[in-house]
């Protein structure tokens, strides 16, 4: 076979490569979406026009302290340094296996000096010394006749895109457990407050019953149910220190600080949550990275199908070397001194014992895997934005009872006292209904807090402003049907 031959096969190969790439071809899995979320009623429906959570998502809660939290975080952070190493790491391998598309070359120089013993014509054996001087240049390709190069590379992309969104996942939460613990913090700065300022009355209450004690009104019994009220609640104050503290040192370390060198001043939680508005569900498949994340994997995953099923064709490789070679130094890089060789090898397996046909229902099955990983990451997802949807609607009608609660409450207090100070109720009223008030008002500090890591909840469960548009296109067949892939 001459050169010109061989070059004709190689451009014929290279005709048939668009079709010839084996394996099924990636078509999205259908997923069951409710046209409505459940939990929907009542709540702000996303329109084109709306304000929609976008990048910064944070700033919707208008805090400047927790926006520069947030951006803290966005560089310091291991957790999302992890993730962008991981996705470079991800994005290498799409280089490496694109470099199957291309030969391998290989230069390499040579000098050897061989004495060996030689025969004569009469039979006697005589030393002769050879030299070798050679500098090849060697070119090797591996015709990529059945796609599985092709599968590789679109497995590796898949892969790597499934990478970059779980990067955005890491950040997501990231982000999202920073502005939790930062609003549970000024929860506890509230509770504080609150709970100071009771110190502060239930002192002059003891004041007042010390007085009416010094003057013989009332018995030693209602000194020491006062005093007993001021140091629990004293105490009270005194334990939100512990779980503030841990906050604090949870906060520093998401944004990379040691705790030692971190603290945030006190600063009660006043303000109520931002409204978010909510599109319909088939919108979240696009919004969230960990359902991104999932349906790469699925893509990748259904590649590598097409990379077994590639080991049952047969193997083309094309290989040339080119040179200079002489047993002459001087005369060793000269025109005369030239070689070539070019040729070409087919290989097929004959038997491997079911290798291949376990390679290739093992790949079909790690795709199955995916393929229900991504349905369950979706079912979560739905049930995590119903879940806060829920919460949300429900803690805002508690919010509502529980002020009136606290306003009934406070009324009480303030009828007891008078009472108390007029003579015609006893002390143990006056503690019963002051005990009430300030279980009221803790618990609707508590309410805004549950409504304020419900809403950071229900932004994050709609994926941060995230979107899927972000990954960039390109993969073979990401644009989906109802078909399902691999051959399912």
Not at 99 to 127: D, K, L
Not at 243 to 252: F, G, N, T, V, W
Not at 320 to 328: C, D, H, I, N, Y
């Amino acid at each position: 076979m001459n050169i010109r031959t061989l070059f004709v096969v190689a451009i014929g190969a290279l005709a048939l490569l668009p079709a010839c790439t084996v394996g099924p071809d990636y078509v999205r899995p259908s997923v069951a979406t409710p046209p409505v979320f459940k939990e929907m009623s009542g709540w702000k429906r996303a329109q084109p026009q709306d304000e929609a959570i976008r990048g910064n998502w944070w700033e919707v809660f208008n805090d400047p302290q927790l926006n520069a939290l947030e951006e803290e975080a966005a560089g310091a952070n291991q957790n999302v340094a992890v993730a962008e190493a991981q996705f470079r790491q991800a994005r290498a391998l799409v280089r490496g296996a694109r470099a199957g598309y291309f030969p391998t070359v290989t230069a390499g120089a040579s000098a050897s000096r061989t004495r060996r013993p030689v025969t004569t014509g009469n039979g006697s054996t005589v030393a002769s010394t050879v030299s070798d001087y050679a500098l090849p240049v060697d070119v090797t390709w591996e015709v990529d006749l059945w796609g599985r190069v092709r599968r590789t590379v679109e497995a590796s992309r898949a892969s790597a895109r499934s990478s970059a969104a779980d990067l955005e996942g890491v950040r997501l939460a990231v982000r999202a457990e920073l502005a939790q613990d930062y609003f549970q913090l000024r929860t506890l700065d509230a509770q504080r407050a609150l709970l100071d300022a009771t110190v502060a009355y239930y002192r002059k209450s003891l004041e007042l019953t010390g007085n009416r004690y010094a003057s013989g009104v009332v018995s030693r019994a209602d000194v020491l149910q006062a005093e007993t009220q001021l140091r629990t609640t004293e105490s009270q104050a005194i334990d939100i220190g512990v779980q503030r503290s841990q906050l604090e040192h949870a906060i520093a370390a998401l944004i990379g600080k040691p705790a030692a060198s971190f603290s945030l001043p006190a600063a009660p939680l006043n303000t109520a949550p931002p409204a978010v508005p909510v599109a319909v569900p088939s919108q979240l498949l696009e919004r969230r990275p960990d359902i991104a994340a999932a349906e790469r994997r699925m893509a990748a995953a259904n590649a590598q199908i097409g990379v077994a099923e590639a080991a049952y064709y047969p193997t083309v490789t094309l290989s040339g070397a080119v040179g200079f070679e002489s047993s002459e130094l001087a005369k060793w890089l000269t025109w005369p001194s030239r070689f070539w060789s070019i040729g070409g090898a087919l290989s097929e397996t004959l038997f491997d014992g079911g290798l291949r046909g376990a390679r290739t229902e093992q790949a079909r099955a790690a795709y199955d895997a995916t393929v229900a990983e991504y349905r369950q990451t979706v079912l979560t997802g739905f049930q995590e934005v119903e879940d806060n949807l829920a919460a949300l609607r429900i803690l805002a009608d508690e919010a509502q009872v529980q002020g009136e609660a606290v306003q009934a409450a406070r009324q009480s207090v303030a009828v007891t006292t008078n009472q108390y100070r007029a003579g015609t109720a006893g002390y143990l009223e006056v503690l019963v209904t002051q005990t009430a008030a300030l279980a009221n008002e803790r618990s609707a500090v508590d309410i805004l807090g549950r409504r304020m890591a419900a809403s950071v909840l229900l932004i994050k469960a709609l994926g941060g402003g995230w979107d899927a548009s972000r990954l960039q296109p390109g993969d073979p067949g990401e644009k989906g049907d109802s078909r399902t892939p691999g051959g399912k």
